[in-house]
Nanobody, 127 residues
Framework: VQLQASGGGLVQPGGSLRLSCAAS????????MGWFRQAPGNEREFVAA????????YYADSVKGRFTISRDNAKNTVYLQMNSLKPEDTAAYYC?????????????????????WGQGTLVTVSS
């Protein structure tokens, strides 16, 4: 499985960006997909996840109400719509896929639960 993230850039505080992550593979609809981010000097942290079934979506508290994760199985793509961006959202954003059995709920936000990663796309929020 190959993941290609795009859509990062420089945006002013309060602005919006939409990240995309295109996945290879014929069974994208069976992947749990997640977005993580990592700022310089910080550990990689969970942002959002979308279960393969589409029945459950999860967000980090820091982005709830501002970010929206979605997926288009016909296009093998997962999106992250980011609104009301803040300087503290500045980071490299990574998409990730879990292609094995169902992730237990308590592990959805754990980077170790995902077995494929994209290359990251940089988001900078600054005036």
């Amino acid at each position: 499985v190959q993941l290609q993230a795009s859509g990062g850039g420089l945006v002013q505080p309060g602005g919006s960006l939409r990240l995309s992550c295109a996945a290879s593979g014929r069974t994208f609809s069976s992947y749990d997909m997640g977005w993580f981010r990592q700022a310089p000097g910080n550990e990689r942290e969970f942002v959002a996840a979308f279960r393969r079934s589409g029945s459950s979506i999860y967000y980090a508290d820091s982005v709830k109400g501002r970010f929206t994760i979605s997926r288009d199985n016909a296009k093998n793509t997962v999106y992250l719509q980011m609104n009301s961006l803040k300087p503290e959202d500045t980071a490299a954003y990574y998409c990730a896929a879990h292609t094995g059995g169902r992730i237990i709920t308590s592990a959805v936000g754990s980077p170790g639960a995902y077995n494929y990663w994209g290359q990251g796309t940089l988001v900078t929020v600054s005036s």
